[in-house]
């Protein structure tokens, strides 16, 4: 006979939310939603790939004009990405 499998959704998710793998990932995917919210739509349209690696923000442009522009703020982005955030995740930025 079957065991009841009856379990809330909240719990599920939070015992999920404990795995540190899940969560690091999470927190890669907010800071890249958070980033695309600080550039702003218009300058988004220039973004062609954006990842996260070792703790690094890798944003490849199609525009070599955007690139040194957002080059000036780097560590602006970086400071107010790890401030929505709550935690650091982010130590640079390269841009190419």
Same mark, same amino acid.
């Given at each position: 006979?079957?065991?009841?499998?009856?379990?809330?959704?909240?719990?599920?998710?939070?015992?999920?939310?404990?795995?540190?793998?899940?969560?690091?990932?999470?927190?890669?995917?907010?800071?890249?939603?958070?980033?695309?919210?600080?550039?702003?739509?218009?300058?988004?349209?220039?973004?062609?790939?954006?990842?996260?690696?070792?703790? %690094?923000?890798?944003?490849?442009?199609?525009?070599?004009?955007?690139?040194?522009?957002?080059?000036?703020?780097?560590?602006?982005?970086? %400071?107010?990405?790890?401030?929505?955030?709550?935690?650091?995740?982010?130590?640079?930025?390269?841009?190419?």
């Amino acid at each position: 006979m079957r065991g009841n499998n009856n379990r809330k959704v909240g719990d599920i998710i939070r015992k999920l939310m404990k795995n540190p793998k899940l969560s690091e990932k999470l927190d890669k995917l907010d800071a890249l939603e958070i980033w695309n919210e600080i550039i702003g739509e218009q300058l988004c349209k220039y973004v062609i790939e954006q990842k996260i690696y070792k703790d %690094t923000l890798h944003v490849k442009l199609k525009s070599a004009v955007v690139r040194n522009e957002l080059s000036y703020n780097k560590s602006n982005f970086i %400071t107010e990405i790890n401030k929505q955030l709550g935690k650091k995740i982010i130590n640079n930025i390269i841009l190419k």
